[in-house]
Nanobody, 124 residues
Framework: QLRLVESGGGLVQPGGSLTLSCAAS???????VGWFRQTPGKQREAFAV????????VYLESLRNRFTVSRDRPKNTVFLQMNSLKPEDTGVYYC??????????????????WGQGTQVTVSS
């Protein structure tokens, strides 16, 4: 059973940065981790994916210049670096994992294991 624990959320001013962590009980080289967020008044959206084995990534086009996903394989941890944050980025952020590589943003039904979610609030 793959378990994911998220951390790093909090309150940040517009224009600021946050790094979220997604720590897993263990990864295999064919695993992938997706990032989702639920923002007020909108449905949950997938915005990034990283493949554990080679580190390849996929981003939602509107966020690729501000958000970066990386992984530390020895620590079984995936990171989400968020820069130039805007109030509309406020919401609950989730990491999720699946067995098998991912080459595009997909719906949440592709993922079998989920973190608990962490709140990100961007406000003055």
């Amino acid at each position: 059973q793959l378990r994911l624990v998220e951390s790093g959320g909090g309150l940040v001013q517009p224009g600021g940065s946050l790094t979220l962590s997604c720590a897993a009980s263990g990864f295999h080289s064919d695993d992938a981790v997706g990032w989702f967020r639920q923002t007020p008044g909108k449905q949950r959206e997938a915005f990034a994916v990283i493949n554990i084995g080679d580190g390849s990534t996929v981003y939602l086009e509107s966020l690729r210049n501000r958000f970066t996903v990386s992984r530390d394989r020895p620590k079984n941890t995936v990171f989400l670096q968020m820069n130039s944050l805007k109030p509309e980025d406020t919401g609950v952020y989730y990491c999720a994992a699946r067995e098998g590589i991912v080459t595009e943003l997909t719906s949440e039904i592709w993922y079998d294991y989920w973190g608990q979610g962490t709140q990100v609030t961007v406000s003055s």
